[in-house]
């Protein structure tokens, strides 16, 4: 930490190393494009079924679950191919489990729309 003040500029710097690296997710990670199509897709849905303030709460938190999880995912997989370029049994079992993080969000997501969703698809019918 610094003993800099405060200063706007600094921190819209700060954004913008924020928005790059969002732009190097959404360019370089394919999993990241099923993400964002999945998140628009579940945004069109939400608008034409009209969810009420809880049910986008819901829906905000459990996608915001998901790419998290990916951001991070993506950070590791970075991180170990810097130390290593080899085969490495460890570096495979870490990799796996940052996989696995994002499996279970997204299930987890899935579970969430369902329980917003189908009650109201159901209605529909």
Request: hydrophobic letters at 55%.
């Amino acid at each position: 930490m610094t003993n800099e003040k405060f200063s706007i500029r600094s921190r819209a710097g700060s954004f913008g190393y924020a928005f790059k690296g969002l732009k190097h997710l959404l360019r370089y990670e394919h999993n990241a494009i099923i993400h964002l199509l999945a998140t628009v897709i579940v945004i069109i849905a939400g608008l034409l079924l009209k969810l009420q303030a809880w049910e986008w709460i819901v829906i905000s938190f459990a996608a915001g679950f998901v790419w998290v999880t990916e951001i991070l995912n993506t950070c590791i997989e970075r991180i170990m191919d810097y130390l290593s370029m080899e085969r490495d049994p460890k570096i495979g079992t870490i990799k796996d489990l940052a996989a696995g993080a994002v499996l279970v969000s997204a299930i987890t997501a899935l579970i969430a729309g369902g329980f917003v969703f189908i009650p109201k698809i159901i209605a529909l019918l």
